[in-house]
C-alpha cells in the first residue's frame, strides 16, 4: 500500500476538468455492450470501477478498443451475450456487479461474479430478490458475492425499490428490457436516473408515470423485448469527482476553481446548494445537454460574509442525492461555521467501507470532535485540525476526502492506501497538485 504525504496549502487556483463520470461509464459500457453496432464512449471514466465493467462486456462477448485518451470503442453482441469461460471479475464495484446481475440474468447462462475483499462484503440480497421473482436463480453466500446467476427468460414484474438504490433500480430495468411483458418500477425517494437517460439514448423506450397523488412516487415502465443500437456519446465529467474541489474551496477565502464540462444532472447537483449553504458561491457558466445529461463549465470560490453558526443538517431525500459526496462533506465540516449534521446515511456503512466509521475515525485522528450515530454524523464547526496518519480503509472516497481536509490542518497528513484513489480518480493526486498554492 502507498502513502501519500499532504502538505497545509495556502489556497487552490486555477481550472480543471475531472475524469468522465463513474456511474454514466458503467451504464454506457454495459448497454454498448449489449447494443447492436459499435458504440463511440469519449471522456470514458479514466477510473478502474469501469474498466471492470469494460471487462466484463469483452468476457461476454463485446469486443472493446480502448484510446486514444480516454475515448472507447465498443461493439456490442447484438442482444445475445455468450456464455464466458470464467467467473466475470467485478473488482471493487458494486455498481458492475449489480447493475451487470439484471443485465445477464435475461440469457440462458450460468455465469459466476466475483469481486475484491470490500466487494464481498457489500449486500447483494437487494439483487437477488426483485430478478428471482423475474425468474432468474441467484446464488449467493450469506447474502454476499461471489453471485452466480443461473439466466433464462424473464417475466415482467412490478417493483418498489425497498431502499433507495440506483443499482437496484438499474439491475431490474436492464432486466425488464430483456424480458417478457412490462416492468414497472417505484422508488419512495428518487435516485440518480442516468440509466434512464442511458436507456432512451440506446434507443428503449421507457415511460414515467407521475404518483396519483402529490408527493407518490412516480413509476416507471419498460416493455421487455427492445433491441438497443450503438450511439456516440461524450461522458461528461463526475461531478462525485469534482466534489473533492468544490469542498477544497470552500476551506480557503480567496479560492477560486474553474470545473470544465461537469455533469449536472439534477438528480446529482444537489451537491452544489449544499455547497452554497456551506459558504462556497458557485456560478454556472455554461451548460448543454447530450443524451439527456446536462454537461456544464462551473466556477467555484467561498462567499464573503458571515455564515450562519447554525449546523447545516443533511437528510431524507438530499441524503440520497449526495450519498458519495458525504465523506468529502463531511471531512471538511469542521472548518465550516456552523458544522454539520448526516442522516438517514445507514447505506454509508455498506459502500466500498464502512464510511461512518471511517470518517469519525479519520476526523477524530485529526484533533476534530465528531459524534458519530448508526445513520450519520454530528460534526460542530470552527474547529482546527491537526495533521494525521489516515487510514482510507483501501476506500478512494475516504482517501480523496481526506487529503482535502489535510489541506487546512496544520502540519502534514499522510494518507495511507492512497492508491485507492484510482478506482475513481487516477488523476486526482496531479491534479491537487496542480491547484494547489503553498
Ligand atoms: C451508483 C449508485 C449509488 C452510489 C454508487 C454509484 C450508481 O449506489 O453510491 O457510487 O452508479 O448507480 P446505490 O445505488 O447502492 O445507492
Redo the contacts with the bound molecule.
Keep these: 500500500m502507498s502513502t501519500q504525504k499532504i502538505r497545509p496549502a495556502r489556497t487552490l487556483q486555477g481550472s480543471l476538468t475531472v475524469p468522465g463520470d463513474?456511474?454514466i461509464s458503467?451504464r454506457y459500457a454495459m448497454l454498448a455492450g449489449l447494443a447492436e453496432g459499435t458504440s463511440r464512449l469519449v471522456n470514458f471514466s479514466t477510473g478502474a470501477d469501469p474498466h471492470s465493467s469494460l471487462g466484463c462486456m469483452e468476457a461476454l462477448g463485446a469486443t472493446v478498443r480502448k484510446g486514444p485518451g480516454a475515448a472507447v470503442e465498443v461493439t456490442g453482441v447484438g442482444g445475445s451475450f455468450r456464455q464466458p469461460v470464467a467467473s466475470l471479475d467485478c473488482g471493487n464495484s458494486?455498481?458492475t456487479m449489480?447493475?451487470l446481475a439484471g443485465l445477464i440474468a435475461p440469457h440462458p447462462h450460468t455465469v459466476t461474479l466475483i469481486g475484491d475483499h470490500s466487494l464481498t462484503l457489500r449486500p447483494m440480497e437487494r439483487i437477488r430478490k426483485p430478478l428471482a421473482q423475474m425468474g432468474a436463480r441467484i446464488d449467493l453466500v450469506d447474502g454476499h458475492a461471489p453471485m452466480t446467476v443461473h439466466g433464462g427468460p424473464l417475466r415482467a414484474i412490478d417493483f418498489t425499490t425497498p431502499i433507495?438504490?440506483?443499482?437496484?433500480k438499474?439491475a431490474v430495468l436492464f432486466a425488464g428490457l430483456q424480458a417478457e411483458g412490462t416492468t414497472s418500477l417505484s422508488e419512495g425517494i428518487r435516485?440518480?436516473d442516468?440509466s434512464e437517460h442511458a436507456l432512451k439514448a440506446f434507443g428503449a423506450t421507457l415511460t414515467r408515470t407521475p404518483g396519483a397523488n402529490p408527493g407518490d412516487p412516480s413509476k416507471l415502465s419498460i416493455a421487455g423485448g427492445q433491441k438497443l443500437k450503438a450511439i456516440d456519446a461524450t461522458v461528461p465529467g463526475d461531478m462525485s469527482s469534482a466534489a473533492f474541489f468544490l469542498c477544497a474551496a470552500l476551506l480557503f477565502p480567496d479560492s477560486n476553481i474553474v470545473l470544465d464540462s461537469v455533469g449536472m444532472n439534477p438528480t446529482r447537483a444537489a451537491l452544489m446548494d449544499v455547497i452554497a449553504a456551506l459558504g462556497g458561491r458557485i456560478k454556472v457558466l455554461t451548460v448543454e445537454e447530450q443524451h439527456g445529461e446536462l454537461i456544464g463549465t462551473i466556477q467555484v470560490n467561498r462567499a464573503e460574509g458571515k455564515l450562519a453558526a447554525e449546523p447545516y443538517v443533511i437528510s431524507g431525500a438530499l441524503t440520497?442525492q449526495v450519498?458519495?459526496e458525504l465523506p468529502v462533506l463531511a471531512a471538511v465540516a469542521p472548518y465550516t461555521a456552523g458544522g454539520l449534521i448526516i442522516r438517514d446515511a445507514q447505506?454509508l456503512r455498506v459502500?466500498e467501507s464502512d464510511r461512518i466509521a471511517l470518517v469519525a475515525k479519520n476526523l477524530r485522528a485529526m484533533g476534530a470532535e465528531v459524534k458519530e450515530n448508526p445513520d450519520g454524523l454530528e460534526i460542530p464547526g470552527n474547529q482546527s485540525l491537526h495533521g494525521a496518519m489516515i487510514d482510507s480503509g483501501t476506500d478512494h472516497r475516504i482517501a480523496m476526502a481526506f487529503s482535502i481536509a489535510a489541506l487546512r490542518a496544520t502540519g502534514d497528513t499522510e494518507i495511507d492506501g492512497a492508491e485507492a484513489a484510482s478506482i475513481s480518480f487516477p488523476e486526482f493526486f496531479t491534479a491537487l497538485d496542480a491547484l494547489t498554492q503553498r
Excluded at 164 to 168: D, E, G, H, K, R
Design positions: 463513474k456511474s458503467h458494486g455498481s449489480r447493475m433507495p438504490s440506483a443499482q437496484v438499474t435516485t440518480r442516468h440520497a450519498i458519495d447505506e459502500k
